[in-house]
């Protein structure tokens, strides 16, 4: 099994290293040296292991979807119906209640921006897929058409994000956790009435 | 007049300096050192005519937002039709071309932060008020609470933004206008529809 190699277990030691300094940090606080440091390896070993920092941010972020993806499992399971608008609502509350216990994490995962020139990894852009794929399973029912639905799923879940990172970066008042599950209670509402009234049938 | 003041006349130049290094460069370009040089005058007074750097940030951002504001009454005037979800679509379609067009001041209305020891003055979130008041005004024949009015213009603000914002930071695939513009359509669509079905009447 390659996971027990040495090279595999030096990854995930820097890994878990990284997803520490993350929790407690943020973005700024990654760097090669520091790292390479805490897992007692040189720099070089480092950038022999991954690609470079970024490769490395993108593996932890990789972690915090894998996790936010496991919770959106439990969302679903645990909505309190089984309609569209109680699925699409659990799957917002449960975003917020993350990004607000896992706030420096989750910002990462939006802070963290690659160079002109660098593309994001094809893994990366799977693991994200996975999550929209949750929240696509919902849709199914509602919206037949496979672009649609991936429209839909991805418009969702921005919208979401947009309320919940507008409200815990301050930007037009002081954090109200109440206010905030508020707005997004009622935009994910109108929107699943409004989607289940066809308005997505249009062209 | 006290716009014809010599300490108004600096103020006004100062801010011009730091608009279109704004313009140009986004945020990290707008140093104190280098817009006081600009406007031939020394630091020290630059502090004397604005609080500090996050005061002179502000004011530009205010600029910012007068303009975006400027953009929302045409879009109201110009909506294709009178209805909410007709003025709600003209107002989202309008935010997305401003951020398309003005990305690095439109940036930086949300990348500026203020330590957490510092209030965003009152000014600014009255000129912030004046935008929502916008949106508010055309809920009102459908949302007759105050409350419920003014969490649905912020709710749908957010939502619209995060739409925006995930697609020009590309962080689920690379931009695309087309597509952006038709999930704006289907968020927005959905949720007016969504609003009018009476949804934010509930508790």
New interface residues.
């Given amino acids: 099994m390659p996971e027990g190699g040495p090279r595999e277990k030096l990854k995930a030691r820097m890994l878990e290293i990284a997803e520490q300094i993350l929790a407690r940090e943020g973005l700024d606080g990654l760097q090669a040296r520091r790292i390479a440091a805490q897992a007692e390896c040189s720099v070089g070993t480092l950038y022999n292991v991954f690609r470079g920092l970024d490769d490395l941010i993108i593996h932890a972020n990789d972690r915090t979807l894998q996790r936010l993806g496991q919770t959106l499992v439990e969302a679903r399971d645990n909505a309190p119906d089984r309609s569209l608008e109680g699925v699409l609502l659990s799957f917002a509350r449960a975003y917020l209640a993350f990004a607000m216990e896992h706030t420096t994490p989750w910002r990462a995962l ?1 802070e963290h ?1 690659l160079s002109d020139s660098q593309q ?1 990894p094809d893994w990366y ?1 799977e693991r ?1 897929a996975s999550l929209f794929a949750l929240v696509e399973e919902v849709l199914h029912g509602t919206l037949t058409d496979d672009l ?1 639905r991936r ?2 799923a ?10 919940v ?3 815990l ?5 002081d954090f109200d956790a109440r ?1 905030t599950d ?3 209670r ?2 994910v ?7 289940a ?1 066809g ?2 049938s ?1 062209p």
């Fill in positions: 939006f921006r994001v852009r994200q649609v429209r839909a991805r418009a969702l879940f921005s919208a979401v994000h947009g309320i990172a507008i409200a970066d301050r930007k037009l008042s206010e508020a707005q997004v009622l935009v509402a109108a929107a699943a009435r409004g989607l009234a308005i997505a249009e």
